[in-house]
């Protein structure tokens, strides 16, 4: 069942005795992202919150309409950011940003965090990368500078997360304690040095941030983060790992004003510790979950579930066929069996599964798993699904997730030269980093991909996004020249065309919630969702992609402006 159906949205026997507003919005330049259109069509007819008509201007003058003239502007389908983490992302914009600095520079910059609120109870930051500190992330550095309260400071990638000494006395970590199923507290010949990986991050630091933070504290980081997504285009997003606290903010914010401003599917993050039991309850609760939100769609609903099944090749904890520089194989976060009997169960159900696999292990294991949920709960239309990141992924595994169906989920943002320099030192510099993120071969194989940014492990704008998918140039440093290196430089083959770059971040992201019969393309029939950009990077190059943060002026949803960017 799509969470993007139309139930709720119609209106009233009395309302309905009136015709439709109809509104021809013309003189635009409207991609449609429909397979196999390319062309960029004049005018689009709005009537009753869908699309009636697109084409040319002549033809669509003949419906009776109010007229918008987008005075030559480029219109693109809604954008639907088909990996995305809202509250955290919301959280993330009041935290100290330490993206690209140094560890002196983050020192300072907690001090002036600490000069700023100095009542604060603890401060967050976010975004450190490993080879930017310029040396080995360690809680004296912290402690240094804030002895006195705790301090957590998330990695890029959100699978470390760096604390001082009173923040691990805070979350109840020391010597003695075992890391979680999963996880590590990163310990030298002197004990603990206060990074934590993986599950020791989300089972003990994100656990007592998140008993510290209310449901009003909640429900402002939506309102913050539904605005940033509707001045980027976004009319729809998936949540991918849902939790109660949440998806409670996400429910009293829909009862609250009936409708949310963007469309909202999530994945019910399934945790590894326990039992077979215990994890078959987790997706029995996500499967009771989507039932009782069935009301609130299109607006909000459970869509499946997310397994976190490795890590990230920045610390060393993807699962890969093959050792990291340093000699270290690690497994995975769930064991292949484990996997397999949730997946077969959530299958069963009808949820959608979405595994994180960045190794090329853990996405050969995770299909597997999809495997003998075909095997064992027989063939089915519309199962949907999907593997998280796949960065470093055999060709073989890419072929074989296309015959199964199984979507690629990408995040183009994640190959920007500003996040490669540590991901290809881990891996050694070996021959696996001149395939690193192949986009182009699951367009050669057919495969079906959704984009997104992972926000707020990376920026949420889609427009440079987009660049650096169809460049493979930095969008997050704008200032960064083309790499000279070959190897570098030969990457850029995997350089997707502007219009599929496009329809991976609309019609594909549609196609991964079961939507696409309703949202992601610009056809009669379908919800006239979509943005009004103030640049053209069909005329004027993809260059104008790269520092596009503020281009959208106008974003539509259900044939409504709904968000208009006002002149400074």
Known sequence: MSLYSDQGSSSST??????????????????????????????IVVQGGEVVFVGEEKQARTHIAKTVDLNGSVVLPGLIDAHTHLIMFGASLAKVDCLGKT??????????ARRTSP?????LARSFLFDALGQKPHKSLLD??????????DSADLHSCWANSAGLKAVGVDDSTEAPKGGEFVKDDQGLTGLCLETAVTEYIWAFIAKHTT???RLAHLDRVFEEYLATGVTGVVDMAMTAE?????????????????????????RPEGTDDSRAEQVREAAAHRQRLSSCAPWLGISGIKIISDGVVDSCTAYLTRPYADGTLPGPIWPADELTKVVVLADSLDLQVAVHAIGDAASEQALDAFDSAVNVNGPRAARRHRIEHLEVVTKESIDRLTRLGVIASLQPVHADPVYVPNWRLMLGEDERCDRAFPWTEYVDAGSHVAFGSDAPTAPHHCFPNLYTATTRRSAINPKLPPSTDPRLIQLERFSLKLSTAIRFYTAGSAYSTRGEGTYGTLEPGKRADFCVLSIDPFSQGLDTLREAQQVVTQTW??????????AD
């Open 246 to 270: 949440d998806l409670e903010a996400l429910e009293v914010y829909y009862r609250r004003h009936q409708k949310l401003p963007i469309r909202v599917a999530c994945q019910w993050l399934v």
């Open 144 to 153: 240094a500078v804030i002895p006195d309260i705790p301090v957590f400071i």
């Open 14 to 43: 009395a309302a309905n005795m009136t015709r439709p507003t109809t509104t021809l919005l013309t003189n635009g330049r409207i991609f449609s992202s429909a397979p196999g259109d390319e062309k960029l069509h004049q005018a």
């Open 215 to 217: 449901l009003e504290e």
């Open 103 to 112: 560890v002196e520079e983050i020192q300072q910059a907690l001090l002036e």
């Open 119 to 123: 009542d604060a109870k603890m401060i």
């Open 557 to 566: 949803i259900g044939g409504e402006q709904v968000w208009a960017r006002h």
